[in-house]
């Protein structure tokens, strides 16, 4: 009779069986909750702290980051550093995951996508310098699909350490010197990167970096101690990465940096207390390369046990690449010293993320051939377009810029005219020189068939060898106009690239002020991954173009803004000190005690920087009016409306950014002599007028944070400044 009952159920409702043999973390239908619950009632430790562990894959390109390979990858490894394309190769090691290991939990594969993977765009410092955050998430989309198509599920990206000074090389990777920049840049990069959702078939995992503050490393030395208060911290530092985690960022990477004596690596109050516990953040973090391990030469773990015991009581879930939980945690749980519960927690977090992507109901990637998945047509177009709008134009005498329809022949001189290497920029592994169009390029391009191009070298990057001087020189002669291109190599900037002067190589200064004697109108061009000390050049040229490091396609538009078909419309992300010696300076410092002329500044130098942040030139003329408040008194709960209006009453059509600073004259405590909290970019025609408008929340634009991260709202008068125009208004209580 039972057997009659079962096999009669069996046959009216067959899925009743098919269902109970699929396990719950196995069925799509499920939330995503639940199935991470299901699967971890079923891993066992070993699987568990496997999970909680990255190793790396393939020929490790980046030389910065030493270490053996671990030996035979497990296939229960919760993620790989996938150092190769080949999305064929990749699947094989997916199925060895899904098929040779127990519970089948496929590995979550990532590497640093970081302005493209092989459409190169550029450098995340200049992307800010465009101040279009939507070209910016369309170009982060576009690389997470190329990332896909590699084989990629996670990038390590954005990043998003506020920096001031230029002497440490990752200023290059960041949105530049401002809190407001770097977290409306981040919040672009993680939509592009993360889409509608993780889920869908082209989105990937991002990756906010390095948290936190890291971009104060002392005497902008890479890796060292950071001396930062609480105060700052919540001021400056953290306020981009919690614009992230409330964007919804699957990840966050710690950073190596020492931070006031608890390293980030091992820092409780920022993994846990901050990051989870107050921001509700329900991902998981990542350390940086060997970052557990290096708490021993921080001097906070007497060993690789006690740097993991460290490490995960502050709340780091995943162990890039050093082993050290893969070798210490299953003996900390032995010793009570871990409690399980805390190892579920950690892992509950990465299994979250893996099936937010999907990756459980989709383990594998489509397999395209190379010339499908890269450099697709309209991607280079958006690389272009960001290359465009990212450069800047720093000086214009005499409107020597856009070159004169009478010019006939142009002197193209120096090291970077027909480099492509490093327009790529640092990390841009994937890149590949061929890919890149030169400065020469875009120029034959543009200019080919009405002007002679004439092109000479003149000397390298770096070196004393001047051999090229005279030609060069003769060149210049030659010529109508002499456009002088130097810059850095792309590994003058990145990781491990702090460099003691930010000026170039006195060789690439030789060769310009030597080209003086031709006695032609100077146009100076660079290319470089931060701000650079130009105070011995600048008097000696009419012109100077920022290109920064623009990726495959930066010489059309270079060539585009030199023959005026372009109006540049860059403006700075960051300060241009005058010389090193300013560093740190930076556009929200706070007031001097003794604000009179130089008092208290350098004796020997002027006090100003060269260029400040949110300077750019136009070919048109921007006439900023009528600005003004819905009200000279508000209430703080109460929203205010500031409004200006601008007009193109130049001669060609230009987009103008408004930028919308805010300051506090008197407060509890000192404040920024000015604060960026809001900005606008707008196309404008010829004689168009356009009114730009900040709706300003006291809350979020005016309050003050204290040491805890609270944010206080003072009554009393602020001023908002937009353009020259300065409006002063109060808030009461
Ligand atoms: C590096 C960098 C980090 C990068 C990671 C993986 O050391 O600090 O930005 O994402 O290792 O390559």
């Given at each position: 009779m039972r057997r009659l009952v079962i096999l009669s159920v069996w046959v009216l409702f067959p899925w009743l069986f098919v269902c109970s043999q699929t396990p719950v973390y196995k069925d799509a239908g499920q939330p995503v909750e639940k199935r991470v619950n299901d699967l971890l009632s079923r891993m066992n430790l070993r699987e568990k702290v496997l999970q909680l562990n990255q190793y790396t894959f393939g020929e490790n390109d980046n030389p910065n980051n030493i270490g053996k390979e671990v030996e035979n990858l497990p296939a229960e490894i919760g993620s790989l550093i996938y150092l190769s394309i080949d999305p064929q190769l990749r699947n094989e090691i997916q199925r060895k995951a899904m098929e040779e290991s127990r519970l089948g939990i496929p590995i979550l594969f990532a590497t640093d996508v970081i302005h493209g993977l092989r459409t190169v765009y550029p450098i995340s410092l200049a992307q800010a310098c465009s101040f279009n955050p939507d070209l910016v998430t369309r170009a982060c989309r576009m690389a997470a699909k190329e990332s896909v198509l590699s084989g990629i599920n996670w990038t390590f990206s954005p990043m998003i350490d506020v920096a001031r000074d230029p002497r440490w090389g990752r200023i290059s990777e960041c949105y530049g010197e401002d809190p407001y920049l770097n977290a409306v840049f981040g919040v672009a990069s993680v939509k592009g990167y993360q889409g509608e959702k993780l889920s869908d078939p082209y989105s990937i995992a991002a990756c906010l970096k390095h948290y936190v503050g890291y971009g104060v490393s002392e005497g902008g030395r890479d890796y060292r101690y950071t001396d930062i208060s609480p105060q700052a911290l919540w001021e400056t530092y953290l306020p981009p990465y919690e614009a992230g985690v409330k964007a919804g960022v699957a990840t966050v990477m710690s950073s190596f940096n020492d931070i006031s004596g608890i390293p980030a690596t091992s820092n409780h109050y920022l993994l846990t207390e901050v990051l989870k516990d107050k921001w509700g953040h329900d991902g998981f973090v990542v350390s940086d390369w060997n970052a557990i391990e290096q708490l021993i030469y921080q001097g906070v773990a007497k060993d690789r046990k006690e740097a993991a015991y460290k490490a995960f009581q502050a709340g780091l879930e995943m162990d890039m690449r050093d082993n050290v939980y893969g070798e210490y945690l299953e003996e900390l749980v032995s010793e009570e010293k871990i409690q399980m519960a805390q190892i579920d927690e950690a892992v509950s977090r990465i299994l979250r993320v893996k099936f937010r992507l999907g990756l459980f109901d989709k383990p594998y990637v489509e397999e395209l051939p190379e010339k499908e998945r890269y450099l697709q047509k309209e991607d280079i177009t958006l690389a272009s377009d960001l290359a465009e709008e990212s450069m800047v134009l720093l000086k214009n005498e005499n409107s020597v810029?856009?070159?004169?329809?009478?010019?006939k022949r142009i002197a193209l001189i120096g090291p970077m005219v027909k480099d492509s290497s490093n327009l790529l920029g640092a990390w841009a592994f994937r890149g590949r020189a061929e890919d890149v169009e030169t400065i020469y390029e875009g120029m034959q391009k543009e200019f080919g068939d009405k002007v002679q191009l004439d092109y000479a070298q003149g000397c390298a990057l770096d070196g004393e060898d001047e051999s090229g001087f005279f030609t060069a020189l003769e060149t210049a002669k030659a010529s109508d106009v002499v456009v002088v291109c130097l810059g850095e190599a792309k590994q003058w900037s990145g990781e491990n690239a702090s460099r003691s002067t930010i000026a170039l190589p006195s060789i690439q200064e030789k060769l310009l002020l030597y080209l003086k004697q031709a006695n032609k109108p100077i146009v100076l061009v660079l290319s470089n991954g931060r701000p650079l000390e130009l105070m011995r050049l600048e008097s000696q040229v009419e012109a100077i173009i920022e290109m920064w490091q623009p990726g495959v396609a930066g010489g059309t538009p270079l060539a585009g803004i030199l023959s005026g078909r372009v109006n540049p419309s860059g403006k700075l992300s960051v300060t241009f000190p005058l010389s090193t010696g300013q560093i740190p300076i930076y556009y929200n410092m706070r007031q001097s005690a003794r604000p009179f002329g130089a008092m208290g500044d350098y004796q020997d130098i002027p006090t100003e920087p060269l260029y400040p942040f949110g300077h750019g030139l136009s070919y048109t003329t921007f006439v900023y009016s009528d600005a003004k408040l819905s009200s000279s008194k508000i209430k703080k709960d109460q929203k205010l409306i500031a409004e200006v209006t601008v007009t193109n009453a130049g001669k060609v059509e230009g987009k103008e950014t408004v930028l919308w600073f805010v300051s506090d004259p008197v407060c509890s405590i000192s404040r920024p002599m000015k604060e960026l909290k809001y900005f606008e970019k707008q196309s404008l025609k010829v004689g168009e007028s356009k009114v730009y408008r900040f709706e300003i929340d006291p809350m979020r634009d005016l309050s003050y944070t204290d040491a805890t991260g609270k944010r206080f709202v003072e009554a009393g008068e602020f001023v908002v400044w937009v353009g020259n125009q300065k409006l002063t208004f109060e808030v009461v209580d």
């Open positions: 810029l856009p070159l004169s329809s009478s010019i």
